[in-house]
């Protein structure tokens, strides 16, 4: 059964023009922080290319990367880890929705 949809939740989908996905999550974060590609990958650890290859979609984040994303974001690790989880679910075309709760 599907779940209404928040208005953050609608208002981010809106802003970065689809359904919420770890890249999306943190293109938004990153034009949030009015921060370029370049600093924001070099703030994560990562090239420039591979931020944009995770904001566009065309590469997944493992969840313990995504734990590290979310501990030097400081966002919720969970809901990272579940982004991430949701992404490579979707990739494999199965039509399930990830839950995370912490341990």
């Given at each position: 059964?599907?779940?209404?949809?928040?208005?953050?939740?609608?208002?981010?989908?809106?802003?970065?023009?689809?359904?919420?996905?770890?890249?999306?999550?943190?293109?938004?974060?990153?034009?949030?922080?009015?921060?370029?590609?370049?600093?924001?990958?070099?703030?994560?650890?990562?090239?420039?290319?591979?931020?944009?290859?995770?904001?566009?979609?065309?590469?997944?984040?493992?969840?313990?990367?995504?734990?590290?994303?979310?501990?030097?974001?400081g966002y919720s690790?969970?809901?990272?880890?579940?982004?991430?989880?949701?992404?490579?679910?979707?990739?494999?075309?199965?039509?399930?929705?990830?839950?995370?709760?912490?341990?």
């Amino acid at each position: 059964m599907p779940t209404k949809k928040s208005n953050a939740r609608r208002f981010l989908e809106n802003l970065t023009g689809g359904p919420v996905t770890l890249g999306r999550f943190l293109e938004a974060v990153r034009l949030g922080e009015e921060l370029t590609q370049a600093a924001f990958a070099d703030k994560l650890g990562l090239s420039r290319s591979h931020l944009n290859d995770i904001e566009k979609g065309r590469k997944a984040v493992s969840p313990e990367r995504a734990v590290r994303f979310a501990e030097i974001l400081g966002y919720s690790e969970a809901r990272f880890v579940q982004l991430a989880l949701q992404d490579l679910i979707n990739r494999g075309g199965l039509k399930f929705q990830v839950d995370v709760k912490a341990a």
